[in-house]
């Protein structure tokens, strides 16, 4: 299983790749590695598993936070509506809203292993074109949390850290066309 030693840490040069796109249909190792991803989230979500292996918690995961040179995440969110699970390769932003939105309470990464405050300004919708697990082509329509979600593990396969949106004179500061969003 993954657990925090297998978790690249900021300084890493593979944080800062644009990673490689992975060929579809994905290999039997590739779609291996992709459940592995989600079942450490879904293990970072269950309590007597993250204290048992001493796990962070986690609602998203990218191929190169494991250390692997490939475009692809696996996301795992529970709301109100219930468990929403994701294993994508190759995803894109094909489309996006204008207005943009904000965690009041910042945001953090399994590869980040100090506290950056700040607001991350994140489009408050999104379209996204991917491929899922079994190499199908979809495309998604994101919004809110999700959206944040998806656009925090799509900037890891582009190189970039949620701390690369905070401004550095002034971490609280937004963009005028930001909505709150808590
Ligand atoms: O490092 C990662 O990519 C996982 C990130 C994903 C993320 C961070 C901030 C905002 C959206 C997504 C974090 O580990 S997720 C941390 C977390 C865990 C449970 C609930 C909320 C956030
Ligand atoms: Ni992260």
């Given at each position: 299983?993954?657990?925090?030693?297998?978790?690249?840490?900021?300084?890493?040069?593979?944080?800062?790749?644009?990673?490689?796109?992975?060929?579809?249909?994905?290999?039997?190792?590739?779609?291996?590695?992709?459940?592995?991803?989600?079942?450490?989230?879904?293990?970072?979500?269950?309590?007597?598993?993250?204290?048992?292996?001493?796990l962070r918690s986690g609602v998203g995961l990218s191929a190169n936070q494991i250390g692997l040179d490939k475009r692809m995440f696996a996301a795992y969110i529970v709301d109100d509506k219930g468990e929403h699970e994701y294993t994508l390769f190759n995803p894109k932003i094909i489309s996006h809203s204008l207005t943009m939105i904000y965690l009041q309470q910042g945001e953090g990464c399994l590869s980040v292993d100090r506290a950056v405050p700040g607001y991350v300004p994140r489009y408050e919708r999104i379209k996204v074109k991917a491929y899922d697990i079994t190499g199908d082509e979809v495309v998604l329509k994101l919004s809110g949390y999700p959206a944040i979600v998806f656009q925090h593990e799509i900037d890891h396969l582009n190189g970039i850290m949620f701390y690369d949106h905070i401004n550095p004179n002034n971490p609280l500061q937004l963009p005028e066309n930001v909505d709150i969003k808590s």
């Amino acid at each position: 299983i993954i657990t925090m030693k297998d978790i690249v840490r900021e300084g890493a040069q593979i944080l800062r790749k644009v990673t490689d796109e992975v060929v579809i249909p994905p290999s039997e190792e590739d779609k291996e590695t992709l459940l592995c991803m989600l079942q450490y989230l879904k293990n970072s979500q269950t309590p007597e598993l993250a204290a048992k292996y001493k796990l962070r918690s986690g609602v998203g995961l990218s191929a190169n936070q494991i250390g692997l040179d490939k475009r692809m995440f696996a996301a795992y969110i529970v709301d109100d509506k219930g468990e929403h699970e994701y294993t994508l390769f190759n995803p894109k932003i094909i489309s996006h809203s204008l207005t943009m939105i904000y965690l009041q309470q910042g945001e953090g990464c399994l590869s980040v292993d100090r506290a950056v405050p700040g607001y991350v300004p994140r489009y408050e919708r999104i379209k996204v074109k991917a491929y899922d697990i079994t190499g199908d082509e979809v495309v998604l329509k994101l919004s809110g949390y999700p959206a944040i979600v998806f656009q925090h593990e799509i900037d890891h396969l582009n190189g970039i850290m949620f701390y690369d949106h905070i401004n550095p004179n002034n971490p609280l500061q937004l963009p005028e066309n930001v909505d709150i969003k808590s």
